[in-house]
């Protein structure tokens, strides 16, 4: 009988740890963690109500700490707090309509927020686990009417895919811009992932322009070459550790060097991590890289 009761009490709360039962609601937790931020966006918002509820439906809050809300350049947070539309669309982003608990998080898997948008999950050989790029800190909080998991940045919508941001960033990426097209792999940029892409500056390929001509005139040596800059998997920076293989597009795999000196792929430095787009992720290097011997 007593052994029926405990199934019962596990079947119906499955975020429950047998013997610490967390009474608090959500927004109880937020407000004992001294987010003060997170708390007083929801309560802007009225989300307050249903994350105060002990008996609304379980509900998973990706929430991003103190430090995560200062990071975000001051006109994105300004235009947050001074637009109650736009914030609350983000704070529904945060929210899943279910329990999800960090330790069953598998690699590549994803689930939909409140807003209907896709939050992909990553879980790396450093077993470090990103949601939408942003890390999970520290472990879950489960709490009367759902689960809580801290993450160290915002997640803010994102509606461009990768082959749109190198178009639409000319000033660095007008060669590579053109490169793609050329080599045919702008498309599935633009329409497939995911993907990382590592994308030289412009001054890359202008430091190897014999190169860059007589890939131009052998479109498959160029296509090898681009698709060398492409892995079909998203790598974000908190995922590569040093001497870490990432197969990529041509068949043939980079090399990731983490130093003090920060991040290298192969022999090019990584200038820009973490670039967000709807279908991967974009880090910014500085030398072309090539594969083979
Ligand atoms: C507020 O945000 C919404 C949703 O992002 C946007 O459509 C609207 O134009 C914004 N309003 C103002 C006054 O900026
Ligand atoms: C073009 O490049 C490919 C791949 O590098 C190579 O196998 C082929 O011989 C090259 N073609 C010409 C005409 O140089």
Do not use: C
Not at 63 to 78: C, F, G, R
Not at 131 to 138: N, S, Y
Not at 234 to 263: A, C, F, H, Q, R
Request: charged share 15%.
């Amino acid at each position: 009988m007593m052994l029926f009761l405990s199934l019962l009490l596990l079947v119906g709360s499955p975020w429950t740890t047998l013997g610490q039962q967390d009474t608090r609601t959500i927004m109880q937790f937020l407000n004992d963690q001294g987010l003060a931020t997170l708390s007083g966006f929801l309560v802007g918002t009225g989300l307050n109500q249903i994350l105060d509820d002990p008996n609304a439906p379980a509900t998973t809050l990706f929430a991003p700490t103190e430090d995560a809300w200062t990071k975000l350049p001051s006109n994105v947070l300004i235009g947050l707090a001074t637009n109650s539309t736009a914030l609350k669309e983000v704070l529904l982003g945060h929210l899943i309509d279910q329990v999800v608990l960090a330790q069953y998080v598998r690699d590549k898997d994803s689930k939909v927020n409140y807003n209907g948008d896709t939050l992909n999950f990553k879980v790396y050989p450093n077993r470090v686990k990103t949601v939408e790029g942003a890390t999970l800190v520290g472990t879950d909080h489960s709490l009367v009417n759902g689960v809580v998991h801290m993450i160290d940045d915002v997640l803010l919508p994102v509606d461009t895919n990768i082959g749109e941001y190198v178009a639409q960033h000319e000033t660095d990426f007008k060669d590579l811009f053109g490169l793609l097209v050329l080599g045919r792999l702008f498309g599935p940029l633009e329409t497939t992932g995911p993907y990382t892409l590592f994308a030289p500056v412009d001054t890359a390929f202008e430091a190897i322009r014999d190169t860059v001509t007589a890939l131009i005139n052998n479109r498959t040596a160029l296509a090898d070459v681009l698709k060398y800059h492409v892995v079909p998997d998203t790598y974000w920076s908190v995922g590569l550790t040093n001497g870490m293989k990432l197969p990529t597009l041509n068949g043939d795999e980079l090399t990731i060097s983490v130093g003090l000196g920060g991040v290298q792929v192969d022999n090019a430095n990584v200038i820009q991590a973490d670039i967000h787009t709807s279908n991967g992720v974009i880090h910014v290097i500085d030398t072309v890289v090539t594969p083979g011997p």
